[in-house]
């Protein structure tokens, strides 16, 4: 069975929604016939490679919330990924474009290494004080190396901007013929949709659904789901 995740590095919920369906994942009895496929998703397309700002101040001019709206925002973020072990800079982190993210996560598929980097990707811009973007590519090519990557490799992806460009964009287009508008969005064996980051429960009955039926794209639950779109992240008790 095949598990596709639709996904930014940008997002906290993708951060957050790949660790609740590892949990699930890690318990479900056929884990080992599931394969995990990481596919692209831009929630700011348009942004230029240059243009990195605070996320405090992105929040606060993107979607138009106060200061301590988008503080309080992260704070209750930063709470549900330490609720999944997971660790969450609330202040201090950058915003910036993810497109040369996903181009290098393309290469790494193709050389099996896609898994990690994208963990590492996660926690060089959730936990660690440098930033993910504003170093410029030697920092995507440390992250690159450490994931098993070669070096140059990845400087020559990060130096051709067609590179695996194709790919990405073909990810975010069968996103939208999904129907998917907002991310983390998992399809299970292209037979039930999960959108958001749901609780690993409902991941569970996901892929306990998923692997026993064969029908056209299902959503198992999508209200209220904690999910990144374009307009906004959701954040509870916002």
Request: contains cysteine; aromatic residues 8%.
């Amino acid at each position: 069975m095949r598990v596709e995740i639709w996904s930014d590095i940008a997002c906290p919920w993708c951060y957050v929604g790949k660790a609740r369906f590892e949990k699930a994942l890690a318990a479900f009895p056929h884990r080992d016939e599931v394969e995990v496929v990481h596919r692209s998703f831009e929630l700011d397309p348009g942004r230029a490679k240059d243009d990195v700002q605070p996320v405090i101040t992105m929040l606060t001019r993107k979607y138009g919330m106060s200061r301590a709206q988008a503080e309080a925002g992260e704070d209750n973020l930063g709470a549900q990924a330490a609720a999944e072990g997971l660790d969450y800079r609330t202040r201090g982190r950058d915003h910036g474009s993810t497109f040369d993210l996903h181009r290098l996560l393309h290469l790494a598929k193709d050389h099996g290494r896609q898994e990690r980097l994208l963990d590492l990707m996660y926690r060089a811009n959730f936990a660690e004080e440098r930033s993910l973007f504003a170093e410029g590519d030697e920092r995507l090519v440390e992250l690159a190396v450490e994931a098993g990557l070669d070096a140059e490799a990845a400087r020559a992806v990060l130096a051709d901007p067609g590179a695996y460009a194709d790919e990405v964009r073909a990810d975010e287009h069968e996103a939208a013929q999904l129907g998917a508008n907002g991310v983390p969005f998992f399809v299970l064996d292209r037979t039930y949709g999960v959108s958001g980051a749901q609780p690993a429960e409902v991941f569970t009955r996901a892929l306990t659904q998923a692997y026993g039926e064969r029908s056209p794209l299902t959503p198992v639950d999508s209200g209220g789901a904690d999910a990144c779109g374009p307009d906004d992240c959701a954040v509870p008790g916002r």
